[in-house]
C-alpha cells in the first residue's frame, strides 16, 4: 500500500506543476484550501447528526422508547460517543480510507481492489464478495436519497421552536432549498467546497461552543466519555439499549461519506478535518445536550436547539439549515463518484460525465444521477413530511453500509496486505460485531419506515447486476458477429480490393479480436476504404487514472504497408476517454503515414436491443437490460468525438 498525497495530483495542484508549485508556502495554502473544502463538502452529513440524533433517541412516540431518567442519558450519550469513536474513526479514518485505489475510496474502490487482489482466492469467493460490495454501493445510493430530505427537514423544523406558528411552512421552504441545491451542483464541488467551507468552520465552532456552555451547566456529564457507562446500559438495560442502537446509528450518518469522497480531497486533509475540528465539536454537542436534559426532561423535545440561548435560535436554525445543505452535498457528491466508477465498471450504462476541475480530476458532476436524486429527495419529503418519521428509515442504508464495506476492508487488508489472521480475527469480532449490533436493531424497524432504503438498495442492485449480465450477453453476440479482426484484414489484402479512398477514418471497437461492424459495413455496401485506418479500442482499467506514458498501444495488425493499425487507448475509471487528444500523441512511423486528424472521419457502431426468445435471461430482466440501455450517454460525446465529422451505423440485437 502506497501512503498518497492528499489528492491525485499531489498538493501541488496541476500535474504539470510549476515551481511556485512546489514551494512550501505554496504547498501549505494548497494544503489549508484542501481542507476547507473537505469541510464544505464531505463533513456535512456527520457534522449534522448533532441536530437529531438524541431527540430521535429519546422520541417519545417510538416503538420502543427510552426512559428519561439519568443513567439512561448517561448510557446513551457514552454510547454515541463510543459508536462515533468505534466507527468512524477507528474503522473509517484510521483504517478503511488506506484502502485506496490509487487515491479514490469508497465501497466502488474496495471491489476493484477485490477483482485485482482476489484471483488467487478463487473466482467464486472474489464474485460473491464483489456482489456485496454492489449492495454495498445500492444502499449508499439509497442514502442519498434520504440524507438530504432528512438534514434538512430536521433544520428547517427548528422554526417550530422559534415560532410554533411557522410549522405549515417547513416542508415547502425545505422542498425550494433542495431545488436550489441541486441546480448548483453543475459548478461543481471545488466552488462549492469554497463556498461552504467556512460556513461549516462556523458551525462546527457555534455547536462546539454552545455544548461548552451545556456542560458547564452539569459538569459530570464529562463521565459518559468513559466506555463503562455505554457498557453499562447494554448489558443492564439490553431490552432498552438495544432499540436505541437504532437511533443511535444516527450519529454516524455520513462516515461512508468521508471514504466515498477520498478522491475529491484526498486522505489527509480529511483525516485533519476530522480529528481537529469535527469530532471534538460533535462530542461537545452531544455532551451539551445530555447535561440540558438532565437539568430538564423536558428539553428532550429539541435539545440540539434549546442548548442555544432564546436570542440566538434563529440565527442557528439559519445556520443549521446551511449545514443540512451541506450535509446532502457530502452524500451528493459520493453519489456522483460511486455511479461513475459503477459505470466505467461496467454495472451501469456509459453515463454522461463532467469534470469540474481543471486540477483535481476527481472531482466530478453527473447530470443523470443529480436529477434521479432531486427527484427522489423531493418524493420523500413530500411523502414522510418530518425528519422523525424518516429516521427509522435512514438508519437502515447506513447500517447495511458500513458493515459491507468493513467486512470488504478485511478481506482487501488479508489479500492484499497479508494481516495476521489472528489480527484480522480480534478486529473483525470487535468491528464487525458493533456494526451487526447495529444492523439487527435496525432490523426491528423494518414496519416504521426501514424497508424503504432496502427497497431502494434492491432496485438499484438488481438494475447494476441486471446491466452487467445482458452487456456480457450483448458483448458475445456481437463478437460473433463482428468476426475475427486478423482474418478480416488478409481479406482486404488477398482477397476484397474496396476502393481506397483520400483521408482518415477512425473505427471506434471493443477490442482488437474482432472486426468493427461499421466497417465491415462500410466495406460490404458501400465498397470503400479510405486510405488510413485507425481501429481504435477504449480499455478502462481498474485503477482510477493511466499514466500517460503507459495510455497507447500500436498493433500494425501484420502488415506495415496497408494503412490499416489498431490502437488501443487505456483510461483509467474516474477518467472521461478523449478519443481524438489520444490520436494527437501518435507518432506518424506508428500509424503508417501521417494521420488527417483534422479531417478525419469517425465511426461508430450503434445496437439497437431488442427482446428475444433465447433463454439467456428472465423476460423481466430482459426489459429491464433494455430500459435502462436508453439512460447511457451519446458515445460521440463521451469520446470527444467531432459531431460533424462522425458517421453513426446501426444494427440490431436481440438480447
Not at 70 to 98: E, K
Not at 101 to 106: A, V
Not at 281 to 288: F, N, Q, R, T
Not at 320 to 349: D, E, H, M, R
Request: glycine share 10%; with cysteine; charged share 15%.
Amino acid at each position: 500500500m502506497t501512503d498518497r498525497q492528499d489528492v491525485t495530483t499531489s498538493d501541488t495542484g496541476s500535474a504539470s506543476g510549476s515551481a511556485a508549485a512546489h514551494s512550501p508556502g505554496t504547498r501549505d495554502t494548497v494544503r489549508l484550501a484542501l481542507v476547507i473544502g473537505a469541510l464544505g463538502v464531505v463533513f456535512g452529513d456527520i457534522g449534522t447528526s448533532p441536530i437529531y440524533t438524541l431527540s430521535t433517541v429519546f422520541n417519545p412516540s417510538d416503538p420502543h422508547p427510552v426512559p428519561i431518567n439519568t443513567a439512561n442519558v448517561y448510557g446513551v450519550v457514552s454510547l454515541v460517543f463510543w459508536s462515533v469513536m468505534i466507527i468512524v474513526t477507528v474503522t473509517y479514518v484510521l483504517l478503511a480510507m488506506r484502502a485506496d485505489n490509487d487515491g479514490e475510496g469508497g465501497i466502488m474502490a474496495l471491489i476493484t481492489l477485490l477483482r485485482r487482489w482476489g484471483a488467487r482466492q478463487g473466482r467464486r469467493a472474489t464474485v460473491v464478495l464483489a456482489g456485496l460490495g454492489i449492495f454495498g454501493a445500492a444502499l449508499f445510493l439509497g442514502d442519498s436519497m434520504i440524507t438530504p430530505a432528512i438534514s434538512v427537514l430536521s433544520a428547517v423544523e427548528g422554526l417550530k421552536v422559534v415560532e410554533p406558528s411557522l410549522e405549515d411552512l417547513i416542508v415547502p421552504i425545505t422542498a425550494v432549498i433542495i431545488v436550489l441545491l441541486f441546480l448548483v451542483q453543475r459548478r461543481g464541488t471545488a466552488t462549492i467546497g469554497r463556498v461552504f467551507g467556512p460556513v461549516m468552520i462556523a458551525w462546527f465552532l457555534a455547536i462546539g461552543g454552545f455544548g461548552v456552555a451545556g456542560i458547564a451547566g452539569h459538569p459530570e456529564i464529562l463521565k459518559a466519555l468513559s466506555p463503562t457507562y455505554a457498557v453499562g446500559f447494554l448489558v443492564g438495560h439490553f431490552g432498552i439499549a438495544f432499540f436505541a442502537l437504532a437511533a443511535v446509528v444516527l450519529a454516524v450518518t455520513g462516515a461512508e461519506a468521508l471514504y466515498a469522497d477520498m478522491g475529491h480531497f484526498g486522505r489527509r486533509s480529511i483525516t485533519r478535518g476530522w480529528l481537529f475540528l469535527v469530532f471534538p465539536a460533535c462530542v461537545l454537542s452531544y455532551l451539551g445536550q445530555g447535561a440540558l436534559i438532565l437539568d430538564d426532561p423536558a428539553n428532550v423535545s429539541s435539545p440540539f436547539f434549546l442548548l442555544v440561548p432564546g436570542w440566538g435560535r434563529l440565527l442557528m436554525v439559519l445556520l443549521a439549515t446551511a449545514a443540512t445543505v451541506i450535509a446532502s452535498q457530502a452524500v451528493i457528491t459520493g453519489a456522483f463518484s460511486v455511479a461513475a466508477q459503477a459505470a466505467q465498471l461496467g454495472y451501469l450504462p456509459r453515463l454522461r460525465v463532467a469534470h469540474t476541475s481543471e486540477t483535481e480530476r476527481g472531482q466530478i458532476y453527473v447530470p443523470w444521477i443529480n436529477w434521479l436524486l432531486m427527484v427522489s429527495v423531493l418524493t420523500l419529503v413530500f411523502a414522510f413530511r418530518t425528519s422523525a418519521a424518516l429516521a427509522f428509515a435512514f438508519g437502515m442504508a447506513v447500517t447495511g453500509t458500513i458493515t459491507i464495506t468493513t467486512l470488504l476492508f478485511f478481506c482487501v487488508a488479508r489479500w492484499k496486505w497479508g494481516t495476521p489472521r489472528w489480527l484480522l480475527g480480534v478486529g473483525g469480532a470487535l468491528l464487525l460485531g458493533v456494526d451487526l449490533l447495529f444492523l439487527a436493531a435496525n432490523m426491528t424497524k423494518l414496519a416504521h419506515g426501514a424497508w424503504l432504503p432496502l427497497l431502494i438498495g434492491v432496485t438499484a442492485f438488481t438494475v447494476m447486476i441486471t446491466w452487467q449480465r445482458g452487456r456480457r450477453i450483448v458483448t458475445a453476440e456481437r463478437e460473433r458477429r463482428e468476426g475475427p479482426l486478423r482474418e478480416f484484414v488478409d481479406e482486404l489484402r488477398n482477397g476484397k480490393s474496396p476502393t481506397r479512398v483520400p483521408g482518415t477514418a477512425v473505427f471506434l471497437n471493443r477490442g482488437k479480436e474482432t472486426a468493427p461492424l461499421a466497417m465491415r459495413a462500410n466495406v460490404d455496401h458501400n465498397h470503400v476504404r479510405h486510405e488510413h485506418v485507425v481501429i481504435m479500442s477504449i480499455e478502462t482499467e481498474i485503477v482510477p487514472r493511466v499514466p500517460a506514458d503507459q495510455r497507447i498501444v500500436v498493433d500494425d495488425l501484420g502488415y506495415m504497408d496497408d494503412g490499416i493499425t489498431h490502437v488501443t487507448a487505456k483510461f483509467g475509471y474516474m477518467e472521461t476517454p478523449d478519443v481524438p487528444a489520444a490520436l494527437r500523441t501518435l507518432d506518424p512511423a506508428e500509424t503508417e503515414g501521417q494521420l488527417q486528424l483534422d479531417d478525419a472521419s469517425y465511426f461508430l457502431s450503434r445496437i439497437e436491443l431488442q427482446r428475444g426468445d433465447a433463454p439467456t435471461m428472465a423476460r423481466w430482466r430482459k426489459r429491464l437490460f433494455i430500459a435502462t440501455s436508453y439512460i447511457a450517454a451519446d458515445a460521440g460525446e463521451h469520446f470527444g468525438l467531432p459531431r460533424d465529422r462522425t458517421v453513426v451505423m446501426g444494427s440490431h440485437i436481440d438480447v
